[in-house]
Nanobody, 125 residues
Framework: QVQLVESGGGLVPAGGSLRLSCAAS????????MGWFRQAPGKEREFVAT????????YYTDSVEGRFTASRDNANNTIYLQMNSLKPEDTAVYYC??????????????????WGQGTQVTVSS
């Protein structure tokens, strides 16, 4: 069993920055991928970024490329999402998730086995 706990959300003006954290506990292996997704009101959950727990594999959706950076601290089983140049359209509940099957598509939420509870990010205009 794996548990994920996000933190770091909040209210920030447009152009500001936030760093989200996701602490993982339980049975985790280096080949696992962790992902960030978000869901805005009235919209479907969408992929934001993914990072493998070993190596340098990261991947971002186009709308956040160059503004968001995913990173990890393996010693503490924690991943981060540094979000810069935030826009009002980034407002959403952000979720971290973990998947154990490397071959599955990291952009699809159905590929992930475990999810955190979510943290609200609100960007004011």
């Amino acid at each position: 069993q794996v548990q994920l706990v996000e933190s770091g959300g909040g209210l920030v003006p447009a152009g500001g920055s936030l760093r989200l954290s996701c602490a993982a506990s339980g049975r985790i292996f280096s080949w696992y991928y962790m992902g960030w997704f978000r869901q805005a009101p009235g919209k479907e959950r969408e992929f934001v970024a993914t990072i493998r727990l070993s190596g340098d594999n990261t991947y971002y959706t186009d709308s956040v490329e160059g503004r968001f950076t995913a990173s990890r601290d393996n010693a503490n089983n924690t991943i981060y999402l540094q979000m810069n140049s935030l826009k009002p359209e980034d407002t959403a509940v952000y979720y971290c998730a973990i998947k154990s099957v490397s071959a599955s598509d990291s952009r699809l939420d159905v590929s992930y086995n475990y999810w955190g509870q979510g943290t609200q990010v609100t960007v004011s205009s």
